[in-house]
């Protein structure tokens, strides 16, 4: 067989999670982007452990709470893209007999969700401590083979923990929606409802105030010169030649290795290509940076106090509407639906942001153990392989070159970053169709709610440019600020309409600035929607084309009570 067609035939990106056409659509009809979770395209070796232990994880869960209309979700990769498509169950006797087990799988987390979820982190945190103990550089070959699948082991249980916990809360905001609905005519799109779920603490808020309170003390310690001066790689080395500023960092490194999280969290939600906070600490000491620039206070806590005052007055004033023999189910499912809030957040450090930082600190060695051997040109490189192909060669890996796959696939990816994937890959005769009949029958709230969101409903006296759905609702006016990526959101000014496909907890900061935010992707569960309700930002999501259609400087105007945006 001629070389040429041997080469095409052989090691795919991502082998078994490649998007096959006529394989996977005949299985599944429909196959939804995650865009919440595609922007930017994603390396070979993260779409790899995505699709393999997310999807595991959907499926784990789904089948440990027995979900009634859904078995979990297929992941797939399209030009560096994920696609979801999802198990729906459409036999009404098999949703019956699930929906008593679900009911019973329920019961111990409407009565104590916090218990349960503190058990989950301690085995989260007790996992990591037992990454951590391996001294990647000077490791073995064979260690750091053993390690590959240790750190595909921890993948996998994070994800199995991950969704019980979304899972519950989640789902039972959908089900409380559907009872508020039919008896009240109310959905969670509306003030009335997003009211009672607001005003929650939680980790991500108190790392945000203890590098507020960094500032502070920089402040105080006559530092401030230094961060107002220098970018944020040259802050440290600044800060060595003083005692005080010696000081200052000896405070902060220990916060950020003695912290339950702290240094362990990466600055991007979903890939493995940039550093966590402790491999380059430039990262977080420029949000401290940030803080004293602006003269930012912090006063989100007054604003979730009051923000927590109002939605004990809304719960109180629903409870009126609601029969005396049904009032403890309401509390129950309202006090568990609330939880979606806080997990939201704190999951995604517990969950993705701290073992992405452990998966990349052991990959990044083992990149470098193959670039020494000339296996690979540099040590990200890793980032285009596969675990397999990691446990073909780390073991003697002057005896292979991979290159021949590393440069294809990096030039795969790039091109990737200039092309734009579609919102949905179906058999059906439309999108509309394909989330008529393959996604809303699942009643899957991940994916209403959060990866692909209800589609917006235009009111045309309206007149609005764009539309989307309410993620908190209000009306907000400004200059608007197009961020895609991470490391611009040091660009946003006080008072900015920040524009975006979506955010995540590494941008939780940025709410405090702004005046409204706009969001391609995501529903009325997705991380800009909480937040933006957290902080009492106007915030319309699901906007689809907003990063598309809106400018940087453009003045615009959001009614994200209606979902209505106007380019002024």
Same mark, same amino acid.
């Given at each position: 067989m001629p070389k040429k067609k041997q080469a095409d035939k052989i090691w795919d990106a991502v082998p078994g999670y490649d998007f096959i056409e006529e394989v996977d659509l005949a299985a599944i009809p429909s196959w939804f982007l995650d865009g919440t979770h595609s922007v930017p395209p994603l390396t070979p070796l993260?779409?790899?452990?995505?699709?393999?232990?997310? +999807?595991?994880?959907f499926k784990a869960a789904c089948s440990q709470l027995s979900i009634p209309t859904c078995k979990g979700w297929e992941i797939r990769i399209f030009n560096s893209g994920l696609y979801c498509g999802l198990h729906v169950v459409r036999d009404q006797e098999e949703i019956a007999q699930r929906e008593v087990k679900f009911r019973q799988a329920l019961r111990p987390w409407l009565e104590d969700f916090d218990r349960h979820w503190d058990d989950y982190k301690k085995e989260?945190?007790?996992? #990591?401590?037992? @990454?951590?103990?391996?001294? *990647?550089?000077?490791?073995?070959? =064979?260690? =750091? #083979?053993?390690?590959?699948?240790?750190?595909m082991e921890a993948y996998m249980r994070m994800w199995e923990i991950h969704f019980i916990g979304m899972y519950t809360s989640f789902n039972t905001? =959908? @089900?409380l929606e559907a009872l508020t609905k039919e008896r009240f005519g109310l959905s969670d799109q509306e003030a009335e409802f997003q009211d009672m779920m607001r005003g929650f603490d939680n980790k991500v808020y108190q790392m945000d105030k203890k590098l507020w309170e960094f500032g502070q003390l920089a402040i105080e310690m006559k530092l401030a010169k230094i961060f107002k001066e220098n970018k944020p790689h040259a802050i440290l080395p600044k800060l060595k030649q003083s005692e005080k500023g010696k000081e200052w960092l000896k405070q902060f490194m220990d916060y950020m290795t003695t912290d339950d999280i702290g240094g362990w969290r990466m600055q991007h939600f979903t890939d493995f290509n940039e550093p966590y906070w402790l491999e380059d600490p430039a990262t977080p000491i420029g949000l401290v940076k940030d803080n004293i620039m602006r003269g930012n206070s912090?006063?989100? &806590?007054?604003?979730?106090?009051e923000i927590a005052k109002k939605r004990r007055t809304a719960i109180a004033a629903f409870l009126k509407k609601v029969p005396p023999e049904e009032k403890e189910l309401f509390k129950g499912l309202i006090a568990l639906a609330g939880k +979606?809030?806080?997990?939201?957040? &704190?999951?995604?450090? #517990?969950? &993705?942001l701290s073992v992405h930082a452990l998966m990349r600190r052991g990959y990044l060695a083992m990149g470098k153990r193959l670039a020494r051997s000339g296996t690979i040109d540099n040590p990200e490189d890793i980032l285009m392989l596969n675990p397999d192909e990691i446990d073909r060669v780390i073991m003697v890996p002057e005896a292979h070159d991979m290159r021949w796959i590393t440069k294809r696939r990096r030039a795969d990816w790039e091109k990737a970053h200039k092309t734009i994937n579609p919102p949905v890959l179906t058999r059906r005769a439309s999108p509309e169709e394909a989330i008529e009949l393959d996604l809303l029958p699942s009643r899957d709230a991940i994916?209403?709610?959060? *990866? *692909?969101? &209800?589609?917006?409903?235009?009111?045309?006296?309206l007149k609005a440019d764009l539309w989307g759905i309410c993620g908190c609702p209000g009306a907000a006016e400004g200059p608007a600020r197009v961020v895609t990526k991470y490391e611009d959101l040091k660009k946003v000014q006080p008072g900015d309409i920040l524009v975006c496909p979506s955010t995540n907890p590494t941008w939780t900061p940025v709410f405090g600035l702004v005046n409204g935010v706009i969001t391609d992707t995501g529903g009325t569960l997705c991380h800009a929607a909480i937040i933006g309700r957290e902080y009492g930002v106007p915030t319309v999501v699901n906007a689809q084309k907003a990063t598309e259609k809106i400018k940087t400087g453009q003045r615009v105007k959001i009614d994200a009570t209606n979902g209505? *945006?106007?380019i002024l």
């Open positions: 993260f779409s790899y452990q995505w699709a393999r232990f997310c +999807s595991h994880g989260l945190l007790g996992i #990591y401590d037992k @990454l951590k103990q391996l001294d *990647v550089d000077r490791a073995t070959n =064979l260690q =750091l #083979y053993h390690h590959n699948y240790d750190l905001w =959908l @089900l912090y006063d989100l &806590e007054a604003t979730r106090a +979606s809030s806080s997990y939201s957040e &704190e999951h995604g450090l #517990y969950c &993705e994916a209403i709610k959060i *990866v *692909v969101g &209800e589609m917006p409903q235009p009111k045309p006296k209505a *945006v106007y």
